[in-house]
């Protein structure tokens, strides 16, 4: 590469902490034939939320639902430009659509009520911190407001309350749990797809495109101009030792986005017996996003356990 592809292929390494590509919602519950509200809360700093509300008759359950980066409730579109980009497109094989209609339908047909929300700065929530995103940090604001609303709520205030926190949202929810430990005193699960440290991914990032590790330093300063955070901040493996909510952990072990390691440590720091975690076979990030609606079984099963 030339020095000016290097410092544009750097550049891009950094620009997921700024959403400055709005993602469109393509699709709603109405799809799957679900019923539903379109609803919005604030988040624990004020930020307004947006969010579908699917009522399950008879049931006295709730799973709330978020997103991974880049993503909205409803999905993301990546097999079209410009969104194709954004995980690589065909040179990683992240180039289809991810459509999250069908995770909602399944639990909906299991027996859950369903709240599934944009985060700030993605969808149509309110856009807060300078548009600063994928950090973790500011978005634990909003996993604290969802569960704030549902409480709210008359119809949902006495679930059974369960959180399906997706990539991003994971990383958002063990920094919620981490700092706001009250709030999610009757929490009884979390699930987690695919969570992700920064520092594994630029790691990656700069040995598939030939870069020495030298580059690392520079990329982390590039992270700090953008965002005020130093890479290793947008990592929850500091505080995973503060998750003690029963946690399923699954990802794709050889993503080739990241490392192994990542998601194996924070499960290894978990402090407590009842967590689990699965590996999906593959190298494709995306495939551990449809993995849930592609093998609903194991999952269905680990929620109602927990859940009833």
């Known amino acids: 590469m030339t020095p000016e592809e290097i410092?544009?292929?750097?550049?891009?390494?950094?620009?997921?902490?700024?959403?400055?590509?709005?993602?469109?919602?393509?699709?709603?519950?109405?799809?799957?034939?679900?019923?539903?509200?379109?609803?919005?809360?604030?988040?624990?700093?004020?930020?307004?939320?947006?969010a579908w509300y699917i009522p399950k008759p008879g049931s006295d359950k709730l799973i709330i639902v978020n997103h991974?980066?880049?993503?909205?409730?409803?999905?993301?579109p990546a097999h079209l430009d410009p969104w194709k980009a954004f995980l690589g497109g065909s040179a990683t094989g992240n180039d289809y659509e991810l459509n999250f209609i069908p995770d909602l339908k399944i639990l909906h047909d299991a027996g859950y009520n369903v709240l599934a929300y944009d985060m700030r700065n993605f969808g149509n929530s309110g856009a807060?911190?300078?548009?600063?995103?994928?950090?973790?940090?500011?978005e634990s604001r909003d996993v604290v407001g969802s569960l704030n609303y549902a409480r709210s709520r008359e119809d949902t205030k006495n679930m059974t309350i369960g959180l399906f926190s997706r990539c991003?949202?994971?990383?958002?929810?063990?920094?919620?749990?981490?700092?706001?430990?009250?709030?999610?005193k009757d929490?009884?699960?979390l699930l987690v797809p695919n969570p992700l440290s920064y520092r594994p991914f630029v790691e990656r990032a700069l040995e598939i495109a030939g870069l020495g590790s030298d580059r690392f330093d520079e990329v982390n300063w590039m992270v700090k101009m953008e965002s005020s955070f130093d890479i290793d901040e947008l990592s929850p493996i500091p505080i995973m030792k503060s998750i003690r909510i029963p946690t399923f952990i699954?990802?794709?072990?050889?993503?080739i986005l990241t490392k192994e390691s990542d998601v194996q440590t924070m499960y290894d720091l978990i402090p407590i017996q009842d967590k689990k975690l699965h590996w999906v076979d593959g190298t494709v990030r995306m495939k551990g996003y449809t993995h849930f609606q592609e093998n609903p079984q194991i999952f269905v099963e680990w929620l109602a356990q927990h859940m009833n």
């Not at 400055?20 to 379109?38: C, R, V, W």
């Not at 809360?41 to 947006?50: I, K």
């Open 128 to 138: 807060a911190n300078g548009g600063i995103s994928g950090t973790g940090h500011f």
């Open 168 to 184: 991003l949202g994971g990383i958002a929810t063990f920094f919620a749990v981490h700092r706001r430990p009250d709030v999610f």
């Open 187 to 189: 929490v009884r699960c």
């Open 68 to 76: 991974p980066l880049r993503c909205n409730r409803s999905g993301f």
């Open 7 to 50: 410092q544009g292929y750097l550049k891009s390494l950094v620009a997921p902490l700024r959403n400055q590509i709005p993602t469109p919602l393509l699709h709603n519950p109405s799809e799957a034939g679900l019923k539903y509200e379109d609803v919005f809360f604030p988040s624990e700093d004020g930020t307004p939320l947006e």
């Open 250 to 255: 699954y990802a794709v072990r050889n993503d």
